[in-house]
């Protein structure tokens, strides 16, 4: 499985950054060889649709899940309409921890209510 | 002579300055740009005769001519649309209107549309003419209604345009183009901070500026001092007094609820005058 997680540093070893749009850096990550593509967020200080560009972002490398913290509506939105699922990580953990625990099953997957 | 009222802080007394302002006219034009909370007309009470919707185009994606390219996506600054394998997604909110995406797309699979962001009322209030802009509810952006109430404004006539707090878009675009703005603060530490933020966005737009300070007798001196080591020039003082803030809470005018002021705003804007001819 290819996933992304929005990472506060640039190998495995960084922090899960829960904020989507605006993290430092993403991780593409095979969660089966780990081996883990470093992308710089050039989004991060976009003065707005910051989510929207990183969900574009996510689509056109072809991800099977995001793992982030909470992921607001409109990045939401895309990343529902393209199929890619998402993970939530609540507390401050690494990345690698972040992927056992998606490998054990151990990520709440996230829904969002539409109104 | 197109006079904008301002301040960095909010609810330092913008809309008590403007409208007591615009009754020394003889006749002239109020425009409340304050577009997401305008309330001048609270005090004003103007007679409103016209109506019109404002909105901003925005793009209309017809997917059978759609190749998905993503150019549309690539060239919007706000990240307003998204491309996915076989769909495009926009997200209306975030689209400042600026018609990038249809200009760009190869397929010619864009239109632009009308979305409605807000009205334009115009009224009459006595000799005032009236004109604001009211956004509508959840909407993120204001300078284009502000764009629209302001073009009412003809060259030759007298015009005071009351701002929003702060010194962000909307600010800039509601005095953009004033001849001279008044800036309104308090003498309080967070009176003063707001304010040098509001002296550097009108130094960037090269308007000349000048002060009120409104509940003059509050707080400390750090106002006057800063106004005068920048050589701005400190053209009211207003004290504190209940009988301001209750004349306020009904919607009264304060030359109107205390006629002592009349006199103190006529040499207001004669001060104002002055300066805007030198």
């Not at chain 1, 989004?43 to 560009?53: L, P, R």
């Not at chain 2, 997200?91 to 990038?100: A, K």
């Not at chain 2, 300078?143 to 030759?156: C, D, E, M």
Request: aromatic share 6%; charged share 25%; proline share 5%.
């Amino acid at each position: 499985m290819k996933i992304v997680i929005s990472a506060t540093g640039d190998n495995l070893s960084a922090h899960v950054d829960r904020r989507f749009g605006r993290c430092p850096w993403f991780l593409f990550v095979d969660s089966e060889s780990l081996k883990c593509e470093a992308v710089v967020n050039e989004s991060a200080d976009a003065a707005s649709g910051a989510g929207t560009a990183c969900a574009q972002l996510v689509i056109e490398k072809e991800v099977d899940a995001v793992i982030s913290g909470q992921v607001g509506p409109n990045a939401y939105e895309v990343l529902r309409q393209a199929g890619v699922k998402i993970f939530v990580v609540s507390q401050d953990i690494s990345v690698r921890e972040a992927i056992d625990r998606y490998k054990n099953n151990e990520l709440r997957q996230m829904e969002m209510r539409v109104f | 002579m197109i006079i904008s009222v301002a301040s960095g802080k909010g609810g330092t007394g913008k809309t008590t300055i403007a409208t007591s302002l615009a009754l020394c006219w003889k006749e002239g034009l109020f425009l409340d740009c304050d577009v997401e909370e305008p309330n001048a007309h609270i005090f004003l009470k103007p007679h409103i005769h016209e109506r019109i919707s404002v909105g901003i185009p925005v793009p209309e994606v017809d997917e059978s001519k759609c190749s998905f390219c993503g150019k549309c996506a690539e060239v919007c600054e706000f990240n307003a649309i998204v491309v996915i394998k076989k769909k495009v997604l926009f997200f209306p909110e975030l689209c400042h209107g600026c018609g990038g995406c249809s200009y760009i797309c190869p397929e010619k699979a864009i239109k632009e549309v009308e979305r409605e962001i807000g009205v334009v009322e115009r009224g009459r209030s006595g000799k005032i003419d009236f004109i604001h802009g009211i956004l509508n509810v959840g909407e993120p952006m204001a300078p284009p209604l502000i764009r629209q109430v302001k073009r009412h404004i003809n060259s030759g006539t007298n015009a005071i345009i009351d701002a929003s707090p702060g010194t962000s878009c909307p600010v800039v675009e509601a005095v953009k183009r004033s001849d001279f703005c008044l800036l309104v603060t308090e003498p309080t530490p967070f009176g003063l901070n707001d304010l040098k933020l509001a002296v550097e966005m009108l130094r960037k737009l090269t308007i000349p500026c000048g002060v009120v300070i409104n509940c003059a007798d509050i707080g400390d001196e750090k106002v006057q001092k800063y106004c005068k080591d920048e050589d701005i020039p400190i053209l009211m003082t207003i004290p504190w007094d209940r009988r301001i803030a209750e004349a306020y809470s009904k919607g009264i005018i304060l030359i109107d609820a205390l006629p002592e002021f009349k006199n103190r705003f006529s040499q207001l804007y004669g001060k104002i005058e002055r300066l805007y001819k030198r």
